[in-house]
């Protein structure tokens, strides 16, 4: 019998998913189907284009986390159902947040950690707008109380992620972005200096600049601002932006000075699901004290039942990323932490000692724990140009055909003419695969010595880098 004439539900009911009646046609894709479909079939056709994503293992570009453990799993199905916002119906995931708050305002050294204020958030991206906002409404006081007018503030910062100009651009702030010069790739005291006046709401370095790796100089610039207060009462506080250092240098790094050790650390976010080892969907922010975020921001909401004080972009979202958090926080201890990002840190070094050694390459950032976070960048190197028939756009590509995801991306302003690769070291790249990727990254460049390149890739035809 033909299959599109079987009419009985249970001789349809036996019949094999690709012989079905909805998956021997094609399905709709830009308008909702009239009738309904059978879950096993829809559940494949959907499964089966998931196929052609990114394998996220060999993903090497991104700074998420993308192995999760199978009770990490567990817990998130568990929770699927929990709305974070509802404190008052879920209160012990409230009360997880609030412990996980705690444990990381004590892991950056708060002063008093059962004093902090902070919360969890979708990412450093909200973490950073809440932070930006404190820094902002901080400042309007201080400059109403003198009289002074606050039609002008602004922002300083290194080579920032995206997130802050997008702070910067919804919430009306100039962003004093130190544009890069020559071998200086990251912010420095004096560059910071050269652009504060009393309009500045605050100073951003970050814990992991996004394009090189490399840590900022927190304790130099804050250093810096306690002179200039010193010298002109001129008084600007830190939000350091660790979202990925922030659960690194704990661990790996304790004797560098960039969190609330340093009094003018106002604030600090970080990813979760970064090397906080937590799935996708969790961020954290932290504030040393309650006189660090004004009041005016916490909105207090009584119609979930009993009274609860909010400070966040969203309002729904699913509680289980903090209860997995949590459950990492439990399952490693800072031991466990600490092994998983040193292993990390030693692929990253043993893959700039490889790749160093290949000949083209000029290593930018390799892996050294003391500097930032467990990852390498490089770039082809100058003297070499004209000898090599190929630009990293074309090696990123090549790479591509063997599932691994590699990007090379031009430098912010100042050195946009500086074209780096970079790879992330995360939980779950291990020696094994990182010498896979290696045998791959030669046999490429075999492959251009046999088939040079005849007109390389430029960065608009390799489609761009979304950082
Ligand atoms: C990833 C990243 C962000 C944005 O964080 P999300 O968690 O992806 O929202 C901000 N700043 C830096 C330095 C980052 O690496």
């Known amino acids: 019998m033909a299959i599109h004439t079987k009419d009985s ?10 012989a079905s009646t909805d998956l021997s046609v094609s399905m709709p894709k830009y308008k909702m189907s009239e009738g309904e479909h059978d879950p096993r079939h829809v559940y494949q056709v959907v499964h089966d284009e998931l196929m052609l994503d990114g394998n996220s293992r060999q993903n090497l570009a991104t700074f998420c986390q993308t192995w999760v453990e199978d009770e990490s799993r567990r817990l998130m199905d568990e929770c699927v159902d929990k709305n974070m ?11 997880i947040e609030s412990r996980c708050v705690h444990i990381i305002a004590d892991l950056w050294n708060a002063p008093e950690a059962a004093n902090t204020l902070g919360c969890s958030t979708t990412g450093s991206s909200e973490a950073a707008m809440l932070g930006g906002l404190a820094l902002k409404w901080k400042w309007r006081k201080k400059m109403q109380a003198a009289g002074k007018p606050t039609d002008r503030p602004n922002l300083i910062c290194g080579p920032v992620q995206i997130c802050w100009h997008k702070f910067a651009r919804y919430f009306d702030v100039e962003l004093r972005e130190i544009p890069l010069e020559g071998d ?4 420095s005291p004096e560059e910071v200096l ?10 951003v370095p970050t814990m992991g600049v996004t394009f090189t790796c490399d840590y900022e100089p927190v304790k130099a610039v804050s250093d810096a601002l306690d002179k200039l207060q010193k010298d002109t009462g001129l008084d600007i506080p830190i939000h350091v932006d660790g979202a990925s250092g922030g659960f690194l240098a704990p661990f790996c790094a304790p004797e560098i000075e960039w969190d609330f050790r340093l009094p003018r650390v106002h604030s ?14 969790v961020g954290w922010i932290i504030w040393r004290d309650a006189a660090s975020l004004p009041e005016e921001l916490i909105f207090n909401v009584n119609y979930l039942g009993g009274n609860m004080p909010t400070f966040a972009l969203n309002f729904s979202r699913p509680g289980g990323q903090v209860v997995a958090q949590y459950y990492n926080f439990l399952r490693l201890g800072k031991d466990g932490y600490r092994r998983i990002q040193t292993a990390c840190y030693d692929t990253a070094r ?8 290949l000949g083209p390459f000029r290593i930018l950032f390799d892996g050294d724990m003391k500097k930032g976070i467990p990852a390498l960048s490089w770039t082809l190197k100058e003297d070499d140009n004209g000898k090599v028939n190929f630009t990293l756009y074309d090696l990123a590509d090549r790479l591509r055909s063997r599932g691994w995801q590699v990007p090379a991306y031009s430098m912010p302003v100042n050195r946009e ?20 990727l290696m045998d791959d990254i030669r ?3 075999d492959y251009f010595e046999k088939h040079p390149v005849a007109r390389p890739m430029s960065e608009e035809e390799a489609g761009g880098f979304r950082h």
């Open 9 to 18: 539900i249970r001789d349809r009911a036996f019949d094999d998913i690709y």
């Open 85 to 95: 916002i509802d404190k008052d119906e879920y209160p012990q995931t409230a009360e």
């Open 194 to 203: 050269k652009r504060v006046d009393e309009n500045t709401i605050g100073v």
């Open 350 to 357: 043993y893959l700039a000692d490889e790749i160093g050694k």
């Open 268 to 281: 600090i976010n970080a990813s979760g699901h970064k090397f906080g080892l937590a799935p996708l969907g």
């Open 417 to 436: 003419d500086l074209v780096v690769q970079r790879i992330l070291v995360r939980h779950g790249v291990s020696r094994d695969l990182a010498s896979l």
């Open 443 to 445: 046999r490429s460049l």
């Open 184 to 187: 200086r790739l990251i912010m």
